[in-house]
């Protein structure tokens, strides 16, 4: 025993030690180590899992898990933390807002993207339904109109550790045609119709989730599949979503 002592006090046996320790837990050090560990709104977190989620029908594990993981409350302004997990939508400044839960985990089960799928998002927003997809091991391109927002969603994100994240500031309409085909798109603002250049965007087989419609009054979300010749659509359910705006200067 106290030869035992003896030798892990000596100094070269305490760096020994210190490295089998550090090996030990390296496997624990990942990129998203603070995102599994507990917060000040873990319980807040469990439970909207529990009651806004699984619940209401979302049985996607993949899905469920990184909404139990993602740290809402750091999408957010600082001023609104305390409401993260609320059953609602929250304003980010300049007229947007962060879906409500269960919406982000309606759509993204909706998306069905998988690990290593390249998935295209337009309305990065305050970069939360961007950190959900990358949880998932999603490659994710995301795209924000409004600077402002971008910066911040950028932020956000590095913050969080997503680097599968790609941000880039511009009009959604668009798409990223350098980056095309994806595997699945997801658009988190409305458009009045189907953009025809994100279509032409998504490789045959993928999927698109959008809310489309003239007016928040009227707006459905739809589940657009891309076929070999045009694409087949199914409305899902009434949803309210900001306008897809057409300019922004
Ligand atoms: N997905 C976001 C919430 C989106 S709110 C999140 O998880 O927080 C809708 C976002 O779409 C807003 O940030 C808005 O500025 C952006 N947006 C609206 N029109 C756009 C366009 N044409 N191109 C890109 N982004 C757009």
Known sequence: MQQ??????????LQKAGIILFLLFLPFVSANMQNTEKHPYSQEQEEMVRTQIIARGINNKAV??????????????????????NDQPLPIGHNQTISQPYIVAYMTQALDAKAGDKVLEIGTGSGYQAAILAEMGVEVYTIEII???AETAKRNLKRTGYDNVHTYCGNGYNG??????????????????????????LK???TMILPVGPRESTQTLKKVVKKSKGIRQTTLLPVRF????????
């Open 147 to 149: 600077p402002e927002l």
């Open 204 to 206: 045959t087989g993928g």
């Open 176 to 201: 990223w045609p350098d980056e095309a085909p994806f595997d699945a798109i997801i658009i988190t603002a409305a458009p009045e119709s189907i953009p025809q250049a994100l279509v032409d965007q």
């Open 64 to 85: 469920i898990e990184a909404m139990r993981n993602v740290p809402r409350h750091l999408f957010v302004p600082y001023n609104t933390r305390t409401f993260a997990y």
């Open 4 to 13: 035992i002592i003896l030798k892990i006090t000596s100094g070269a046996c």
């Open 242 to 249: 900001v306008p897809m705006i057409k300019s922004y200067n």
